[in-house]
């Protein structure tokens, strides 16, 4: 931020200060954008009226009946401004007092009195004061560090159309424009948005207007609505989205909807729907990113949907960005490129980014990309030049073989560990996988009543072993739970969910307990694999980054048994393996007998010397 921007972000949190109390954070926020408003546009076509106007804030008693006055008057003059003003802020305008009345010319009057040095920074301040105060209703708008990504992904000067679905406050396409008139380019380029949000719209119609974008269209409505045929026929060289991630939808309404020729999306995720109206929308030339998660590109439930999408060779490149990047959510975001000419050398493959881990704080609650992992990103993509756990070009035939998963990972970690080994087999060969048994907490507690089995959860795995909790205890529900959630020994019990995966094996000597659904049981065939040397294995630094490479879920990682199926292992002869097995047995448990005899010698020594000191007696 330069000093200027610095002055002028003053200026707004001293005129927010002036509203604080008397209206909520985001109703003072609209008056303050409002108020600014009204001032530019007095400023922008300068009349003896329109200071008469503004002046006349200074002598009426009721500043809040002058600044309704003048909002309406606007309204009235300007066809474009049609209902904006009196959208954003009457609503609640009129509950007014002394206090509110005092207020509002407080904020007027320090806006008349900042020495803005032209119009142009009178915009930026408007636009200052929506990207950065926008309040707490408009919580997905896009950070800079995607859109600036974004935006370094395509050539400007190729481009005639854009739109923006789900387009809040048109932060993108304000930030094209400002590149476009900084570089002295000019060359308009259309826009078209559609938002839901009736504020983000008003506020996006009336940023339109300030920054004076002659070309515009924006469009209340849902995105996934087709009654309206506002927007339908038309395609465009460019399309942004970022989308609600993870959105419920009602899928009955698309059943003969055009836009949806590769597949209808479940109920639970409206990803693919929104994915599909920017494709239906590209023209033949076109170009278009979406904001996605890592559920986005690895749900089973969506694979025949990114199928047909693969198959037609319309994706260009996936990239993995840090987790954090929105303000108010720590979920972890991909970007997926969608090209409808696709480069030649770049036809059957898709380009995978790995960069995760270009990550920077910008503030208590938000990271950004770096500026390397930007120019590393932006080079790559660009170049098509391979890094080795940062990028690679992979072919669909191999994108097949994974189900048609796009989780850069199993390209970049997955693939690469499994083929250092000589000879693999698949997990689900040797093994066979089964999550736990769900619970809710009704459940638990009516089964609680004549225990038979404890009942494992998370935490009762520790340091490769297994707390059996007393507290935990219940029976089972039906008999065929005893085959299917209770453990055996040699079963390897792994977390199915949670930040940090956790492993134990059931030893000879075991309590008789069922496996929660937060475990995964890993019942080993002794005549294919050995239980502990896969133990020994799935703990390893590549056995758990080759299980990162697998892990679903947005907020919460998952580990899905059929992923683990898929999980490919190093193979050895059976009875090689057995051989190593009993060693790695044996130095397991010695290891363990060596820790218990180690904390009891401790505390026994500590007994006796806190007895020394008289501050604990023995018994």
């Given at each position: 931020?330069?000093?200027?921007?610095?002055?002028?972000?003053?200026?707004?949190?001293?005129?927010?200060?002036?509203?604080?109390?008397?209206?909520?954070?985001?109703?003072?926020?609209?008056?303050?954008?409002?108020?600014?408003?009204?001032?530019?546009?007095?400023?922008?076509?300068?009349?003896?009226?329109?200071?008469?106007?503004?002046?006349?804030?200074?002598?009426?008693?009721?500043?809040?009946?002058?600044?309704?006055?003048?909002?309406?008057?606007?309204?009235?003059?300007?066809?474009?401004?049609?209902?904006?003003?009196?959208?954003?802020?009457?609503?609640?305008?009129?509950?007014?007092?002394?206090?509110?009345?005092?207020?509002?010319?407080?904020?007027?009057?320090?806006?008349y009195h900042f020495q803005f040095v032209n119009h142009d920074e009178m915009a930026q301040f408007i636009n200052l004061l929506a990207f950065n105060f926008g309040g707490d209703e408009r919580i997905h708008e896009t950070p800079a560090?995607?859109?600036?990504?974004?935006?370094?992904?395509?050539?400007?000067?190729?481009?005639?159309?854009?739109?923006?679905?789900?387009?809040?406050?048109?932060?993108?396409?304000?930030?094209?424009?400002?590149?476009?008139?900084?570089?002295?380019?000019?060359?308009?380029?259309?826009?078209?948005?559609?938002?839901?949000?009736?504020?983000?719209?008003?506020?996006?119609?009336?940023?339109?207007?300030?920054?004076?974008?002659?070309?515009?269209?924006?469009?209340?409505?849902?995105?996934?609505?087709?009654?309206?045929?506002?927007?339908?026929?038309?395609?465009?060289?460019?399309?942004?989205?970022?989308?609600?991630?993870?959105?419920?939808?009602?899928?009955?309404?698309?059943?003969?909807?055009?836009?949806?020729?590769?597949?209808?999306?479940?109920?639970?995720?409206?990803?693919?729907?929104?994915?599909?109206?920017?494709?239906?929308?590209?023209?033949?030339?076109?170009?278009?990113?979406?904001?996605?998660?890592?559920?986005?590109?690895?749900?089973?439930?969506?694979?025949?949907?990114?199928?047909?999408?693969?198959?037609?060779?319309?994706?260009?490149?996936?990239?993995?960005?840090?987790?954090?990047?929105?303000?108010?959510?720590?979920?972890?975001?991909?970007?997926?490129?969608?090209?409808?000419?696709?480069?030649?050398?770049?036809?059957?493959?898709?380009?995978?980014?790995?960069?995760?881990?270009?990550?920077?704080?910008?503030?208590?609650?938000?990271?950004?990309?770096?500026?390397?992992?930007?120019?590393?990103?932006?080079?790559?993509?660009?170049?098509?030049?391979?890094?080795?756990?940062?990028?690679?070009?992979?072919?669909?035939?191999?994108?097949?073989?994974?189900?048609?998963?796009?989780?850069?990972?199993?390209?970049?970690?997955?693939?690469?560990?499994?083929?250092?080994?000589?000879?693999?087999?698949?997990?689900?060969?040797?093994?066979?996988?089964?999550?736990?048994?769900?619970?809710?907490?009704?459940?638990?507690?009516?089964?609680?009543?004549?225990?038979?089995?404890?009942?494992?959860?998370?935490?009762?795995?520790?340091?490769?072993?297994?707390?059996?909790?007393?507290?935990?205890?219940?029976?089972?529900?039906?008999?065929?739970?005893?085959?299917?959630?209770?453990?055996?020994?040699?079963?390897?019990?792994?977390?199915?969910?949670?930040?940090?995966?956790?492993?134990?094996?059931?030893?000879?000597?075991?309590?008789?307990?069922?496996?929660?659904?937060?475990?995964?049981?890993?019942?080993?065939?002794?005549?294919?694999?050995?239980?502990?040397?896969?133990?020994?294995?799935?703990?390893?630094?590549?056995?758990?980054?080759?299980?990162?490479?697998?892990?679903?879920?947005?907020?919460?990682?998952?580990?899905?048994?059929?992923?683990?199926?898929?999980?490919?292992?190093?193979?050895?002869?059976?009875?090689?393996?057995?051989?190593?097995?009993?060693?790695?047995?044996?130095?397991?448990?010695?290891?363990?007998?060596?820790?218990?005899?180690?904390?009891?010698?401790?505390?026994?020594?500590?007994?006796?010397?806190?007895?020394?000191?008289?501050?604990?007696?023995?018994?």
């Amino acid at each position: 931020m330069n000093d200027r921007d610095a002055e002028m972000n003053k200026l707004i949190l001293t005129c927010l200060d002036e509203l604080k109390g008397l209206y909520t954070s985001e109703q003072s926020n609209l008056i303050l954008l409002v108020a600014a408003s009204i001032y530019y546009l007095n400023k922008l076509e300068p009349s003896i009226e329109n200071d008469v106007q503004w002046g006349r804030i200074f002598q009426r008693s009721s500043s809040v009946e002058w600044f309704d006055s003048r909002m309406k008057q606007l309204e009235w003059e300007n066809e474009q401004l049609k209902g904006i003003f009196t959208g954003l802020v009457s609503s609640f305008l009129h509950f007014s007092n002394s206090s509110t009345y005092r207020a509002l010319e407080n904020v007027i009057k320090k806006l008349y009195h900042f020495q803005f040095v032209n119009h142009d920074e009178m915009a930026q301040f408007i636009n200052l004061l929506a990207f950065n105060f926008g309040g707490d209703e408009r919580i997905h708008e896009t950070p800079a560090s995607i859109t600036n990504l974004s935006l370094e992904l395509i050539h400007l000067e190729n481009i005639q159309s854009f739109a923006d679905f789900c387009s809040g406050i048109s932060s993108v396409y304000l930030e094209i424009f400002h590149r476009l008139k900084t570089s002295g380019k000019n060359k308009l380029i259309s826009y078209y948005g559609e938002e839901i949000n009736i504020t983000s719209y008003l506020i996006s119609k009336l940023l339109m207007i300030i920054n004076r974008i002659p070309d515009f269209k924006i469009v209340n409505k849902d995105v996934l609505d087709f009654a309206s045929t506002e927007g339908q026929s038309r395609t465009f060289d460019f399309i942004f989205s970022d989308a609600p991630f993870g959105a419920d939808w009602n899928p009955e309404n698309a059943k003969n909807d055009p836009r949806y020729e590769h597949g209808i999306p479940p109920k639970s995720s409206a990803d693919w729907a929104f994915y599909q109206n920017v494709l239906y929308h590209l023209n033949s030339n076109g170009k278009a990113i979406v904001v996605g998660t890592k559920g986005t590109l690895v749900r089973s439930t969506e694979a025949y949907i990114r199928k047909s999408i693969i198959e037609k060779d319309l994706i260009e490149a996936v990239i993995t960005l840090p987790e954090n990047l929105y303000s108010k959510t720590g979920i972890g975001t991909e970007l997926i490129v969608f090209n409808m000419k696709k480069p030649e050398n770049r036809l059957g493959r898709i380009l995978f980014i790995d960069a995760g881990g270009y990550s920077c704080r910008i503030n208590r609650n938000q990271h950004g990309i770096t500026e390397e992992g930007l120019s590393k990103i932006i080079d790559t993509y660009w170049n098509g030049m391979e890094e080795e756990r940062f990028c690679r070009l992979i072919d669909i035939e191999k994108i097949k073989s994974y189900n048609f998963s796009l989780n850069t990972k199993e390209y970049l970690e997955f693939d690469i560990l499994k083929n250092s080994f000589q000879h693999t087999v698949k997990l689900g060969k040797i093994a066979e996988i089964r999550r736990g048994v769900q619970l809710s907490k009704e459940e638990h507690e009516d089964l609680s009543m004549s225990a038979t089995h404890y009942f494992l959860n998370v935490k009762d795995i520790e340091n490769g072993r297994i707390n059996y909790d007393e507290n935990s205890r219940i029976t089972y529900k039906k008999q065929d739970w005893l085959d299917k959630f209770a453990i055996q020994p040699m079963d390897i019990l792994i977390t199915s969910k949670g930040s940090v995966i956790k492993f134990a094996i059931v030893e000879s000597l075991f309590c008789e307990a069922f496996a929660s659904g937060n475990l995964s049981i890993i019942r080993v065939n002794p005549s294919r694999y050995n239980a502990y040397v896969l133990y020994e294995f799935l703990q390893s630094d590549t056995g758990r980054r080759m299980i990162d490479a697998l892990q679903t879920g947005t907020t919460i990682k998952l580990i899905n048994p059929s992923k683990l199926e898929q999980l490919e292992i190093p193979s050895f002869s059976i009875e090689f393996m057995n051989e190593v097995g009993e060693k790695l047995k044996q130095n397991k448990q010695e290891y363990e007998e060596s820790i218990i005899e180690a904390e009891k010698k401790f505390v026994t020594q500590k007994m006796i010397l806190l007895e020394r000191l008289g501050i604990y007696h023995m018994d």
